[in-house]
């Protein structure tokens, strides 16, 4: 009885524990031997192309896919690292932070340019930047907006338009929407002055990209700022409604960066999916990608993309996240 | 009498001197290179950690009565090291935390510290500013720490450099060690050859320049041998000395002897007069062999060479020993080249071919003939071959020897100087001498000069 019971209260805790995700796949779970969870902020259908052919070449690891939020990672990360083989993510100030607090394993076969990995530890696979996507509809007959500048005017000329149909992430919850937010508050004003706008359009706030894409699919908004393009771009059914603007003024590359658990009960077999990633994103020729490929970068000179470097950290202080996330609700959320 | 107590290695104990002292100078190079590496490898570090909490420390501000501290982005972008340290800050205000990580603390005791944080070792360091609002007095306090993983690399580079330099220094002093004690002891070998190449006559003083350091060696060398010289003359000088002085009264006393022989009719007192006169004639003969030893010895040790035809000098000496040889009715002949030109002593090569004809004449039987034959190929010879007995065969080796005499001389006149004198005549020339038999009987002694 008491067995049947705690059998009972396992499978409602695993129950209520798996209703947590967005998704959730298991690869490959017959004939493997060892199995690695990677908890990941990746839609499952972006990354699944990497993981068959990585079960392909070695048939003997399972792989359950666990797709969150950024934040979310974060938190369920920090809680119970053992739980956890691979940790992939968008926010790199984030998962920076993971490795600096000592959660990832150094993995000493990984060989990466020294601007792409820290601490050996941490590894960039992607390079993607933070678009303004449109709803061509919207911009009917109008220039498209090639700069945030222009987006604050063309904003501006047709406030009826767009009362209520822009959208942005929202910081508050989104970790890769609080990166590319802060990145940008560093790099001009201008943020601030269309965050200004758009919170007089009463911008409607998301917690992730695909949802954001779907509304303006849809119509239901006309501009979406800061989305990840490649998301946009993965749709086959927007390409043709939707516009996809890298900003002219000053572009925000984020780097999708994956490390392993320094709990993992398969430090060897996680090893070899890092190796695989970097291996299968490096590989240009290929095709069969569908995430953007890590661009090559000839030194860290280059401001567009977000460093790896310890300063991720800054915004990730509590004094300095309130601050900044009062002065952003200061400027969206006007009523 | 030859080999020599040897303790120890003069070069040996020098090159080990020398490379120890360079193994010991090697060693604290590399320590002191290293420990002065390491302490500035560790400012720079702490000066940055200052320099980034101080940037933290500048941004904050009190507003509305609350401390505000706004982070600057540079404050960690400039801890960014090339092995990617990481980085752990704790923000305080009056001690307690407002944000950071909370296992940081610092203990007043010392402005940089080492700890141990999430298992990897940090260096710390600690800033604080006292904010002063309307009605507020706060201190901020911030604890910055960052891992070594940077400064070690850097530090294990600088310590292999450092060993290179060490191992390199080693290697030239063991090098420049080997090189300085050779030249050294090349020195003192030098001394030793000359030495050795020495004749056996020569000792003269040592006039080649020598390092001050073994200037006093050779200082009582030159004095040692000057010494000897001298007591070695000094002998020479006292035997001719003596020589001469027993000769004039001996000559006194024989004349004396012989005049009382005329008068002596006893015949058993002019028997013993007769044996009188004859120890008289032993004792001059060899008062005058030592004279005539004594000054070859000194013309040998300054040899003055004259072109003669020894022909000419062997002619001489034969006409002038001619009435002698005829007493004991014998005849001698002289042979040979009709002129032999050589450079030569002339009064020692006569003094000693009277010698060999001299005992060719005391040992060879009467009326028999004394050849006398000079040769001038291949090199100046002088050979005198007599008709007697012959030398003893076993003492051949040893006749030419100071006052040595043959078996054969039992009944002779003699002293032993005569093969003697004509050995040290042909010496000094450069020569030699030889004693042989001739095989129908007869001694010859050839003089090679
Ligand atoms: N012509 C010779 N025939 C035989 N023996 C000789 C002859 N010349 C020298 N000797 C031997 O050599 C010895 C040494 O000779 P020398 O030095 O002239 O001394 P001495 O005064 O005894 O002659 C002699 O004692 C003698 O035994």
Redesign the interface.
């Known amino acids: 009885m008491r067995y049947l019971v705690a059998l009972g209260l396992i499978f409602l805790c695993h129950a209520g524990w798996a209703q947590e995700w967005e998704d959730r796949q298991v690869f490959n779970d017959t004939g493997a031997t060892t199995s690695l969870r990677i908890i990941s902020s990746t839609d499952t259908d972006l990354f699944a192309p990497l993981i068959e052919a990585f079960v392909a070449r070695h048939p003997d690891v399972a792989i359950e896919y666990l797709v969150t939020g950024t934040a979310d990672i974060d938190r369920r990360f920090r809680a119970a690292p053992e739980a956890f083989d691979i940790a992939i993510s968008s926010a790199m100030d984030l998962q920076l932070k993971l490795t600096n607090d000592g959660y990832a394993l150094a993995l000493e076969n990984v060989s990466h340019p020294a601007w792409a990995e820290w601490r050996q530890s941490l590894f960039a696979f992607t390079s993607e930047p933070a678009a303004i996507v449109i709803n061509r509809a919207a911009f009917e007959g109008l220039p498209i907006p090639r700069s945030r500048q222009e987006l604050i005017e063309a904003l501006r000329a047709r406030p009826d338009v767009f009362r209520g149909r822009v959208g942005t992430y929202d910081v508050r919850q989104s970790g890769l929407g609080y990166l590319f937010a802060t990145q940008d508050a560093r790099a001009s004003e201008t943020f601030w002055r269309l965050m200004e706008v758009m919170g007089g359009l009463d911008v409607r706030l998301y917690c992730c990209s695909g949802e954001m894409i779907d509304d303006l699919t849809e119509g239901k908004i006309a501009v979406a700022y800061n989305v990840l393009g490649s998301y946009a771009d993965a749709r086959v059914e927007s390409q043709s409604i939707l516009e996809i603007v890298l900003p002219s003024d000053f572009p925000t590359t984020m780097m999708r960066t994956a490390f392993v658990s320094g709990a993992s009960g398969e430090p060897e077999a996680a090893e070899r999916f890092i190796q695989f990633l970097i291996a299968f994103q490096s590989n240009r020729a290929d095709g069969t990608q569908t995430l953007p490929p890590l661009q090559e970068r000839d030194n860290g000179a280059d401001r567009a993309s977000i460093a790896l470097e310890p300063a991720l950290i800054t915004f990730l202080d509590t004094l300095k996240r309130n601050k900044f996330i009062s002065e952003w609700e200061n400027a969206l959320i006007q009523n | 009498m030859n080999s020599v107590v040897v303790s120890g290695s003069l070069r040996n104990r020098l090159v080990l001197t020398l490379i120890g002292g360079a193994a010991v100078l090697a060693l604290i190079l590399f320590v002191v290179v290293r420990n002065y590496a390491v302490l500035v490898a560790q400012q720079g570090q702490d000066r940055i950690l200052i320099a980034s909490a101080t940037s933290m420390l500048d941004s904050a501000t009190i507003r509305d009565g609350a401390v ?10 400039m ?2 090291t ?7 800050y704790a ?1 305080l205000q009056d001690g307690t935390l ?3 990580y909370e296992e940081l603390t610092f203990s007043d005791a010392q402005a940089f510290q080492f700890d141990r944080i ?3 070792d940090v260096r710390k360091i600690s800033a604080s500013r006292i904010l002063i609002g309307a009605n507020l007095r706060t201190e901020i306090q911030i604890v910055l720490a960052q891992t070594q993983d940077a400064l070690s690399e850097t530090l294990d580079q600088i310590s292999r450099n450092a060993a290179l330099l060490g191992v390199g220094f080693f290697a030239l002093a063991v090098g420049l060690s080997f090189w300085a004690t050779s030249a050294t002891i090349g020195q003192l070998g030098k001394l030793t050859t000359s030495v050795t190449r020495r004749g056996p006559q020569d000792l003269s003083p040592f006039t080649k320049p020598v390092p001050r350091e073994m200037a006093p060696l050779v200082k009582s060398l030159n004095s040692l041998m000057g010494r000897l010289d001298q007591s070695l003359r000094q002998s020479e000088d006292f035997i001719a000395e003596a020589a001469h002085r027993v000769r004039t009264p001996l000559a006194t006393v024989r004349s004396y002897a012989e005049a009382t022989l005329q008068r002596v009719d006893k015949e058993e007192n002019r028997e013993a007069m007769r044996s009188m006169v004859k120890a008289i004639d032993e004792s001059s003969r060899a008062a005058g062999q030592l004279l005539d030893h004594a000054m070859i010895t000194f013309r040998a040790d300054h040899l003055e060479r004259d072109e003669i035809d020894i022909v000419d000098l062997a002619r001489d000496l034969v006409q002038r020993m001619t009435p002698i040889a005829e007493m004991r009715d014998l005849s001698l002949l002289l042979l040979g080249d009709p002129r032999v030109q050589y450079s030569c002593d002339p009064v020692l090569i006569q003094n000693a071919v009277r010698n060999l004809i001299d005992n060719a004449m005391k040992y060879g039987p009467a009326e028999s003939a004394i050849e006398i034959t000079v040769t001038g190929e291949p090199v100046p010879r002088i050979t005198v071959c007599d008709h007697g007995p012959g030398f003893p065969i076993h003492e051949i080796e040893t006749l030419t020897a100071r006052f040595q005499r043959g078996a054969n001389a039992a009944n002779t006149i003699g002293s032993g100087l005569g093969l003697t004198i004509a050995r040290d005549v042909a010496i000094a020339h450069g020569g030699r001498i030889d004693l042989t038999n001739q095989p129908e009987g007869g001694a010859c002694v050839t003089l090679s000069l």
Not at chain 2, 82 to 88: E, L, M, P, T
Request: charged content about 25%.
């Open positions: 505000e501290l706004d982070l600057p982005y540079s404050a960690f972008s801890l960014s090339a092995a990617d340290d990481r980085v752990f923000i407002l944000s950071g999430r298992g990897s």
